[in-house]
């Protein structure tokens, strides 16, 4: 399985990151389940977008605030134990 990330380049501060979801390939909860880190921090754990969402096809969104200190602000994706970790989109808004 395999992990993927991105790297933003941001002014220092504070940021309110959304992390969009939708299940649009796999049938039922458990089939697909990935950690999310920001900046080295745990957001979520064995995240399975079907469970949350409550079916496929459905949005969900995840939103975090996260102080940036480095000028980048880094969002890892890495596979916890069935199938490979998914994003939609990505909303990065300064606070």
Request: net charge negative.
């Amino acid at each position: 399985m395999t992990s993927f990330g991105y790297d933003f380049p941001v002014p220092n501060g504070a940021y309110r990151v959304t992390l969009k979801f939708a299940e649009t390939y796999l049938t039922g909860p458990g089939q697909r389940l990935f950690d999310v880190t920001l900046n080295q921090q745990a957001k979520l754990t064995a995240f399975d977008i079907f469970k949350t969402a409550g079916g496929a096809n459905i949005a969900t969104d995840q939103t975090f605030d996260i102080d940036v200190t480095s000028g980048t602000l880094t969002i890892r994706f890495d596979p916890a134990g069935a199938d490979y970790p998914k994003v939609d989109a990505i909303e990065i808004i300064a606070k």
